[in-house]
């Protein structure tokens, strides 16, 4: 009898993104990677991709609707949410709901909020920089002023969770994190260069090296 090897790499199949995009540009780097909503899979594999595009509200309904939340909240490898998917990593949102918070998977202890644009249009689309960059290892070779490509209303407050922020009427978190669990507002599959190496940071990234400490984690590039 044969069996078939767990991925190393898997991208969750929400339902709600654009899986092809994230697929190739994990490819691209020469890294294998399987689109799944299996629960084995997720579960045994050494790093987890979590996409998103669209509202909180019927992401999380589709995660349900997969029995996936709580695999998604027990996994202990290193995961790495893209934009909708990161605010999913949240307590909360306020996204695809006009009378009540969505509940999310709780993973990083923050909320989702509308993005304070100020006179800025919405949605905030397009490039943008990175205003702040802590040492967190999925940030290895990336510094402050890095362009970064981003399309979201919503955002993530600045929090001791916050290792990257970025400007656009207000500051907000660019990217946040919380032991195994980190998260991108921005699209690194759309990010070219750096975006590649946001990704190739994580796929190689030891999952010891997610144990730095609290100053480290604090310490901002210049």
Known sequence: MTTTASPSNVIVDTGCANLSSVKFAVERLGFDVTITDDVTLIQQAKKVILPGVGSAKHAMANIKAKNLVSVLQNLTQPVLGFCLGMQLM????????SDDETACLNLIPTAIKPLEAQENRLPHMGWNTLTSVSNHP??????????????????????E??????????????????????????H???SSALGSKIIQNFLELDACELNFSSKNKEQTKL
């Open 90 to 97: 949240t307590e909360s949102s306020t996204e695809g709901t």
């Open 138 to 159: 999925i940030f290895n070779g990336i510094s402050v002023g890095d362009y970064f490509y981003f399309v979201h209303s919503f955002a993530a407050p600045l929090s």
């Open 161 to 186: 969770h916050t290792i990257a922020s970025c400007q656009y009427g207000s500051e907000f978190s660019a990217a946040i994190a919380k032991d195994n669990f980190i998260g991108c507002q921005f």
């Open 188 to 190: 690194p599959e759309r």
